[in-house]
């Protein structure tokens, strides 16, 4: 069964500094990864995924994460935080290769960027 | 805005009772997921639809049921309500029937069941 972890409730980061939202995830083959922001009262939007290829994927509104097969990780990274980018953010995982797997969820991991 | 219409925006009605939610994809659409959002459980896949055929099932309650009209919109039907129904339910569109492309999510339902 696929599984998908994120450890951390809460992040918190000032302004101006560097972020990262982590996700582990667990799965008996090659993985889909996904990463969402769901900003309050809306749905969720999609921000970048891994299929295949290079393990740095370059996303929306300047994220990116980097795929890392030997750590089971697909952290979600950002150079420069904006206070705009407070959001609940998701990590998602599917089992490439076996038809239609449907996206299995993490918990969430509120983002707050303070000015 | 992603494209996809979601109605009603909140639904507030009594156990036992029985609600539809109604679902729009984005145009050129032909999957579309359900999902169920609530604190205790997370973000947990429902169902998903591909032109009009059931495709996925995933953590979906006998008590619950959807279907995908021609037109391609989908409606969840939620019969003897429980408390703990109550929850945010999401629908999501993508183009194809595969995950490995995007979906696109709508603003939800909010139920609450009293």
């Known amino acids: 069964a696929q599984s998908v972890a994120q450890p951390e409730d809460q992040v918190n980061v000032a302004e101006g500094n560097p972020l990262t939202v982590k996700c582990t995830y667990s799965v008996s083959g090659n993985p889909y990864l996904f990463w969402y922001v769901q900003y309050p009262n809306r749905g969720l939007q999609f921000l970048l995924k891994y299929i295949t290829g290079d393990n740095l994927v370059k996303g929306s509104y300047g994220f990116e994460a980097e795929f890392n097969k030997s750590q089971t990780s697909f952290h979600l990274k950002k150079p420069s935080a904006l206070v705009s980018d407070s959001a609940l953010y998701f990590c998602?995982?599917?089992?490439?290769?076996?038809?239609?797997?449907?996206?299995?969820f993490g918990k969430g991991t509120r983002l707050s960027v303070i000015a | 805005d992603s494209g996809v219409t979601q109605t009603p925006k909140h639904l507030i009605t009594a156990t036992g009772q029985r609600v539809t939610l109604r679902c729009s994809p984005r145009?050129?659409?032909?999957?579309v997921y359900w999902y169920q959002q609530s604190l205790d459980q997370g973000l947990q896949f429902l169902i998903q639809y591909y032109n009009g055929e059931e495709r996925a099932k995933g953590n979906i309650l006998e008590r619950f049921s959807a279907q995908q009209f021609p037109d391609l919109h989908s409606e969840l039907n939620l019969s003897s309500l429980e408390l703990g129904d109550s929850a945010l339910y999401f629908c999501?569109?993508?183009?194809?029937?595969?995950?490995?492309?995007?979906?696109?999510f709508g603003p939800g339902t909010r139920l609450t069941v009293t």
């Open positions: 998602a995982v599917s089992l490439r290769g076996t038809g239609n797997t449907p996206l299995v």
């Open positions: 999501a569109s993508s183009q194809r029937d595969s995950v490995d492309y995007e979906q696109y």
């Open positions: 145009s050129g659409d032909l999957s």
